[in-house]
């Protein structure tokens, strides 16, 4: 239930606060008081784009707030799944700041337009005598007869089948177009792939040639730096080996008369063996040392072949050389599995298209069975609405296409007098007419819909008389299930209401702005007998306003 409203700085409005209540409430006023702005601004919090032009004063924030008690609507889910704070009294906010950038708030926590639109979808339905255009859309007839069949959990299951669905057609086109393309390319994929292979690449080789090819550069200087280092090594008398001999020798005699000598001694001892160790591998690695230019030749053109893929592939490591000899490996696999990776995904869509058939039919079975209550009831209401010949009829066909509500193709035509033929609504119907449909599918729909409020903005423009009556009375019992507000010009209609507001226009110190307020009992008396007879205001059409009334 919509409990409150207010508006600052919004159009002709500086600062407006209205309290609702359940049951029929009745909005009446001059031409151009006002009543347009107060629903733009309604229509601002509950999710429209702003406008900064209808902003008052444009130094300042328009700021409009609306208070909902939504305590027996359970939209706990909702709040948690949006990070919202949830409390059985919810105040949605929406501010305009003065540099035009907008804001939204629940429950003073921010959110998007996105969010606000899907939570006061759940609060309230605003209907203006312009979406009686509704009534021809394919999209919201479905809406109708769905709330009817109580289709809400068999659609929510087909909408995620659906999309499933349709990303794996997605699915199934973008492996195509991949194949097609990688078919193209196989024959270059390969060659490049063969290419790799062929050169055996493996980890650190690069690194090993790389070192092999320097010590191969230099071997006449290794050799003849070795050389000279066993000719410093092994001279008879003045050669290192010879005189490291010596100091030993000298050592281990005198090693016996403290522990000192004897540990220098060991220690000697140990460089010695050490030292005839590496004169010993100098020795065998000076004579291994051969320049080989068939060795060069072959280190040079394997290292060669390296950098030549590495350029070419616009890399600099054999590991990154690997990953693209893999990366082909996968492409050329692709085109060899296309047809098993194909039928694979033909066959989840076949399995997918089947679960589709079995969720398609309980929505066709269903809506089958709410038609004809829906032809009855609407047929029963219109004719308390003074459209007594008017015959509907529901067809409802089933198609072999998926769509986004299941396989059938729906269309609501009416027959306005007895005998004629069936043609759809906005061939046959009036204006007038359009209106008292919608308004007769409203009421049907609020039986069956958990909707907490409905505004009916001017609905019953272009009738008149009796009709009137009727659809005050039609109001009146639609406020049994839900808050409904209507805006009205009707006297008829609005004597009806169980809550009666004013909108009107001040002015003050030259600035005119629009307000609302509740009518006591003598203003709602006073304001019916001005609905009747204009301004001035007879005894006749206070009479006539007490009648409305009783």
Not at 61 to 72: D, L
Not at 118 to 130: A, P, V
């Amino acid at each position: 239930m919509l409990a409150s409203l207010s508006i600052k700085n919004y159009a002709l409005i500086e600062n407006l606060k209205v309290d609702f209540k359940d049951g029929l409430s009745i909005i009446t006023g001059e031409t151009g008081a006002g009543k347009s702005i107060l629903m733009g601004g309604l229509a601002l919090v509950l999710g429209k784009r702003a406008d900064t032009s209808l902003v008052y004063d444009k130094a300042k924030k328009c700021v409009i707030e609306a208070e909902f008690q939504i305590g027996s609507y359970h939209l706990e889910l909702f709040f948690k799944e949006n990070d919202l704070d949830y409390d059985p009294w919810v105040i949605i906010r929406r501010e305009i700041l003065p540099n035009g950038k907008s804001r939204t708030f629940v429950n003073d926590t921010p959110t998007n337009l996105s969010v606000l639109n899907s939570l006061t979808s759940q609060l309230i339905d605003i209907h203006s005598q312009h979406e009686t255009l509704q009534l021809s859309d394919p999209v919201y007839q479905f809406h109708i007869i769905d709330a009817l069949a109580d289709n809400t959990i068999n659609l929510n299951e087909y909408h995620t089948a659906f999309q499933e669905y349709k990303l794996m057609l997605k699915g199934l086109e973008e492996i195509k177009q991949s194949q097609l393309q990688a078919q193209k390319e196989y024959d270059y994929h390969l060659f490049l792939w063969e290419e790799l292979n062929k050169a055996a690449l493996k980890v650190g080789e690069l690194e090993d040639l790389e070192k092999d090819l320097e010590k191969l550069s230099h071997i006449e200087e290794i050799k003849s730096n070795l050389s000279g280092v066993l000719e410093l090594s092994e001279r008879e008398s003045l050669g290192v080996l010879s005189q490291l001999s010596d100091i030993n020798h000298q050592l281990s005699r005198i090693g016996r008369y403290a522990e000192l000598y004897e540990s220098l001694s060991d220690r000697m001892k140990s460089l010695l063996i050490e030292f005839k160790d590496i004169t010993s591998e100098i020795e065998t690695e000076n004579e291994n040392l051969v320049y080989d230019p068939a060795t060069m030749e072959k280190v040079e053109n394997r290292l060669q072949l390296l950098y030549d893929l590495q350029k070419k592939h616009q890399v600099s490591t054999i590991e990154e050389l690997i990953d693209i000899r893999e990366l082909y490996q996968l492409k050329i696999e692709e085109v060899d599995n296309a047809d098993e990776t194909i039928n694979l995904k033909v066959e989840e869509i076949k399995v997918a298209e089947e679960r589709l058939c079995v969720l398609c039919d309980k929505l066709h079975k269903r809506r089958e069975k709410a038609i004809p209550q829906f032809s009855g009831q609407i047929e029963k209401t219109l004719a308390g609405l003074e459209m007594k010949n008017t015959r509907f009829r529901v067809e409802l066909s089933e198609t072999s296409e998926f769509m986004f509500n299941g396989r059938d193709h729906l269309q609501f035509l009416m027959s306005s007098d007895k005998g004629k033929t069936f043609e759809h609504m906005k061939r046959v119907a009036s204006g007038g007419e359009m209106s008292r449909i919608m308004l007769a599918v409203k009421s049907i729909l609020s039986k069956y819909s958990n909707l907490p409020a409905i505004i009916f903005d001017e609905i019953d423009t272009g009738v008149s008389g009796e009709v009137s009556n009727r659809i005050a009375e039609l109001m009146l019992a639609m406020s049994k299930n839900m808050q409904v507000i209507t805006i009205t010009h009707l006297p008829q209609v609005a004597a009806k209401g169980n809550h009666h507001y004013k909108v009107f226009k001040k002015e003050q110190e030259e600035v005119i702005s629009s307000n609302i307020k509740v009518l006591n009992p003598d203003e709602r008396l006073v304001e019916l007998a001005e609905m009747l007879g204009g301004n001035k205001i007879t005894e006749s059409a206070i009479a006539h306003a007490k009648q409305l009334l009783s």
